[in-house]
């Protein structure tokens, strides 16, 4: 399908080659350089289509499309334009422009986007404001991978569609569902994450839908699952590839159906939430292997999402690494900078752990290191330290080298509560929480018997249990035998 195209674009040179590519195609192109010129191009004749850049000599090409496409509902307009950030390709969608292409694009990838355009008509466009934006700013990254999955945010958030995100462990697959949300009209509810590899399979349909009281031994309350927690906003179902077949058969009924009910209930419950899932694992595999339900992976993978690994998008690792040294210092930590040569090691490395693991390094320099401009050897010598690091909380690792490892963290993550005189009374009370609780749980709640076991007084276990706020429930003995 061909049609009259008009190209805005400040570089004579990009003109001519885009002009010279369309012309090929059969379509009937006229350029200009500027705002006043595509005001008088338009003026003149309305194209079939507009392929506009957005920084222009006489000003920015994203406010002229969104005034072209109030006067001119039926214009398709395709943005391009070098300012990669997601918040860019977002106002390109909302502006109503039809397509969005970063710079550098592939002349095919511009060729099929002209062609839709003509055959499709135009996007409605989004109904939120620029000044809501700032929801996405927190996802770094301008390489071309991350290019493309901005472009598929930028087409998701003003609708409800399911978002499947792949992509391994730290890539970034939590703060895109959390873009998606905060960027969409949902953003005002809550947006509730559920990690199905973090609890136990036995209670994730309880989480999910929630449970009456009684439902199950333990159960003294009814309590509110994550899809009514969600209400109005968005679920982001992490590790999906966890879930148990007989979870996964509920939730793809709830999808299909569009209610739930809780875990020994009755009534039905509308589901208002938009779904998005993720994976660090081949969901189609599991397919294959008969892990998933092939219909459920159709339900999920409505929009797919795949997150480059960080050593597949190694621009962007200089970027990220500064923004983490910068959020580091933000947070109260020393304010460090990165050496040419430190930026190098850092590039070249493989980042197994991706993001994640360029954050927690981040911070750790932030934290531990006497200089203040990081070189090339401090880096290597981190990278060597980390991966020497035990694994927090194994179950073998002595209590002494857990509370060392937790000491670390609390100076990496959360530096002003190290000194702001309230240590001791967490750390202890961090040990003392887990023992109570399952001394508790082995005398069924009988806060005599589990004093006794524990060889403490039952007024000084009352009290530990107040000051630490566990709730023992309600009708729960305390203390007659
Ligand atoms: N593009 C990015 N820009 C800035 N920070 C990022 C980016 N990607 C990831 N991060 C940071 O890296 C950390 C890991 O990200 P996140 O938890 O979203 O990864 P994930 O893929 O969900 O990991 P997992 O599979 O282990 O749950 C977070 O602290 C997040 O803020």
Redesign the pocket.
Known sequence: MTGSVLVVDDDSAIRTVVAAALRREGHAVTTAASLAELRRAIGAALPDVLVTDVVLPDGNGLDEVARLTAEHPTLPVIVFSAQNTLATAVRATEVGAFDYLPKPFDLDVLGQAVRSAIARGRHAPAEFPEDELNGGS????RSPA?QEVYRVIARVVSNDLTVLIS??????????AKAIHDLGPRRRAPFVAL?MAAIPRELIEAELFGHERGAFTGAQARVAGKFEQAAGGTLFL??IGDMPMDAQTRLLRVLQQGEFTTVGGAKAIKADVRIVA?T?KDLAALVQAGQFREDLFYRLNVVPIA?PSLRERRD?VPL?AR?FLDRAAEDGLPRKSLAANAVAVLEGYDWPG???QL?NLMRRIAALSRDEVIDADAIRRALGEASAMPAPATRDAGIEAAVRARLERIAIEEPRTLDDGTLYDRIIGEVERPLIEAMLARHGGNQLRAARALGINRNTLRKRLDTLGIDVGPGRPDGTE
Not at 138 to 141: F, V
Not at 168 to 175: I, N, R
């Open positions: 927190s996802l770094i990254g991350m992509g391994e462990s730290g890539t970034g697959k939590e703060l895109v990690n992490d590790e993720a660090n997150l962007d990220l923004h991706n993001v994640r954050e």
